[in-house]
């Protein structure tokens, strides 16, 4: 007998294209990150779209391995590289290096206990996930008002840290990419330009003494506050382009926090806040990776209010699918976006 309740007919959304073959058409990996979320129909969408996963939360440092004595936490993540795995998709680890997960028992003031330590840690990690494809060494190092992050490593060590992990994440995956990642490098406000200029500045010290990177990470949390600059990211990219490296979106998404409760017409500003940006920045080949910070608002992190900036009230829809599975304007807003990409 039925409840009466309606049932939701579901329709699983897997939409007409698949962002991940608009992307390789193009010479561009299309990635999401990922939480290992159970639900089917969702990791069907994932597998879908996506050529490439990032686990959202579970490779960070001090989830892996909290204290000193604690055994590596490995199993989370495990379960994420297995769907990738299961699913022809390749794994990029992120993240060795993170302030907001440190793991303090490799703090010290000794370079060569450090050395030991955080060098141990890197080895253990890269050597668990041999098949990464791509690893974010660092993540959000760089400084807003001062070059570098007040980070205790990064502020006792400095550049000599840098060039460490650099070095040592080249010896353990002589094939992967390394990446340095960051946050508000798309941004245009006064208080964010700087810190494109000490990325800059971080970029061409560690070309002077040969330290070996392939990539540079702009997260892509477009803020509907602080607005991204699509003009002002161009320059920067090319600006990293000019030092041989290549540009990864590596973490896009659009945080409706300040945009109107009326859901139609706040889904019509984040598609359009999507395709200004990504046409703007696909329109260089040196961005060869793009990764959405969530696919879905099913599983999501500004959904979860887990982000700074928060809606005052109703739910977010930062996601180009929305909580049903369902595609929303953002997703063609991002077809378009790809099919008008050059190739690279
Ligand atoms: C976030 C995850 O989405 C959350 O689930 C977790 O609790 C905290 O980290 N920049 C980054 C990502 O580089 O690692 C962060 O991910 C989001 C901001």
């Not at 859901?263 to 060869?288: N, Q």
């Amino acid at each position: 007998m039925s409840s009466g309740v309606p049932t939701i007919q579901i329709q699983e959304a897997t939409a007409s294209h698949s962002l991940g073959e608009l992307g390789k058409a193009r010479g561009l990996e299309i990635g999401c990150a990922f939480s290992g979320h159970a639900d089917a129909r969702y990791r069907r969408l994932l597998a879908h779209h996506s050529r490439l996963v990032v686990p959202e939360w579970q490779l960070k440092p001090r989830f892996l391995r909290p204290r000193r004595v604690s055994p590596y936490n490995f199993g989370p993540c495990d379960a994420i590289a297995g769907f990738a795995a299961s699913n022809g998709m390749a794994f990029h680890g992120h993240t060795l290096f993170w302030h907001e997960e440190p793991i303090r028992w490799a703090h010290g003031k000794s370079f060569e206990r450090v050395k030991s330590d955080y060098g141990g840690f890197i080895r253990d990690v890269m050597h668990h996930y041999p098949q990464a494809v791509s690893w974010d060494v660092f993540n959000e190092i760089v400084g807003e008002q001062e070059p570098l992050r007040d980070e205790f490593l990064i502020s006792t060590f400095g550049l000599q840290f840098i060039d460490y992990c650099l070095r040592l994440a080249r010896e353990n995956s002589p094939t992967a990419r390394l990446v340095i990642n960051d946050y508000n490098l798309e941004c245009s406000s006064d208080w964010s330009l700087p810190k494109q200029d000490h990325m800059l500045r971080l970029l061409d010290a560690l070309r002077a003494i040969d330290s070996p990177l392939h990539a540079i990470g702009i997260q892509g949390h477009l803020s509907s506050v602080y607005r991204a600059s699509a003009a002002s990211t161009v320059r920067f990219i090319d600006r990293i382009a000019d030092l041989g490296l290549d540009v990864f979106i590596s973490e896009l998404d659009v945080n409706d926090s300040t945009m109107p409760a009326d859901i139609a017409v706040r889904d019509g500003e984040v598609a359009a806040y999507y395709e200004e940006f990504l046409t703007a920045v696909l329109s260089r080949r040196s961005v060869k990776r793009l990764v959405l910070w969530g696919i879905s608002d099913f599983d999501n992190w500004i959904v979860r209010r887990q982000t700074q900036e928060k809606r005052r009230s109703g739910k977010a829809r930062p996601a180009l699918f929305d909580d049903q599975l369902q595609p929303k304007p953002a997703f063609d807003a991002v077809v378009r976006a790809l099919e008008s990409a050059p190739p690279r």
